[in-house]
T-cell receptor, first 112, second 114 residues
Framework: KNEVEQSPQNLTAQEGEFITINCSYS?????LHWLQQHPGGGIVSLFM???GKKKHGRLIATINIQEKHSSLHITASHPRDSAVYIC??????????????FGKGTKLSVKP | NAGVTQTPKFQVLKTGQSMTLQCAQD?????MSWYRQDPGMGLRLIHY???????DQGEVPNGYNVSRSTTEDFPLRLLSAAPSQTSVYFC?????????????FGPGTRLTVL
């Protein structure tokens, strides 16, 4: 079983729609990251969360530590939001400090 | 700042050849790591370093070597390339290896092994 599961795997939306991408994880974590991978391949960090909610422009990320679940919301979606969105967690167990465990990503396509 | 740079962007190798993927950062980050990205899979950690002179294995280290002689550079060496190493490779860095530091990624190297 994957330690980080994202849903949906693929998502097509019309411009202007409200979008939600979900991330569930099975390990104890110290932080959760949301990343965006552009069609050209580059990866950028969007949010880093350990509790609550963060907002940046039209993007909102929430996390529920008790339920081991995080959501990424995009309000008023635009074709330039088309990308792969990746959830990653830092486990508090085993391995080495600082290493991330990645979900497989959600591919979002926003149509004009 | 240039951020995290990787070279080359694209590379084609024949089975058995060796090569080095270069990664450099100019942000004075202590933590650097190498990932590979394959279709249908999440990014997987190959090797990482928590500072100059210190490296350790990640999830999929076989067939790869790393060294960290300076804070800035973290090259990844393929010892004898195999078709299974065809992938996109990303280098990343962060200020430190703990939870609360943003990860910065390089642009990636697309490697094909024939």
């Amino acid at each position: 079983k994957n330690e980080v599961e994202q849903s949906p795997q693929n998502l097509t939306a019309q411009e202007g729609e409200f979008i939600t991408i979900n991330c569930s994880y099975s390990v104890g974590i110290s932080a959760l990251h949301w990343l965006q991978q552009h069609p050209g391949g580059g990866i950028v960090s969007l949010f880093m969360l350990s509790s609550g909610k963060k907002k940046h422009g039209r993007l909102i990320a929430t996390i529920n530590i008790q339920e081991k679940h995080s959501s990424l919301h995009i309000t008023a979606s635009h074709p330039r939001d088309s990308a792969v969105y990746i959830c990653a967690v830092r486990s508090i167990y085993g391995g080495s400090q600082g290493n991330l465990i990645f979900g497989k990503g959600t591919k979002l396509s926003v149509k004009p | 700042n240039a951020g995290v740079t990787q070279t080359p962007k694209f590379q084609v190798l024949k089975t058995g050849q060796s090569m080095t993927l270069q990664c450099a950062q100019d942000m004075n980050h202590e933590y650097m790591s190498w990932y590979r990205q394959d279709p249908g899979m999440g990014l997987r950690l190959i090797h990482y370093s928590v500072g100059a002179g210190i490296t350790d294995q990640g999830e999929v280290p076989n067939g790869y070597n790393v060294s960290r002689s300076t804070t800035e550079d973290f090259p990844l060496r393929l010892l004898s390339a195999a078709p299974s190493q065809t992938s996109v490779y990303f280098c990343a860095s962060s200020l430190a290896g703990n939870s609360y530091n943003e990860q910065f990624f390089g642009p990636g190297t697309r490697l094909t092994v024939l």
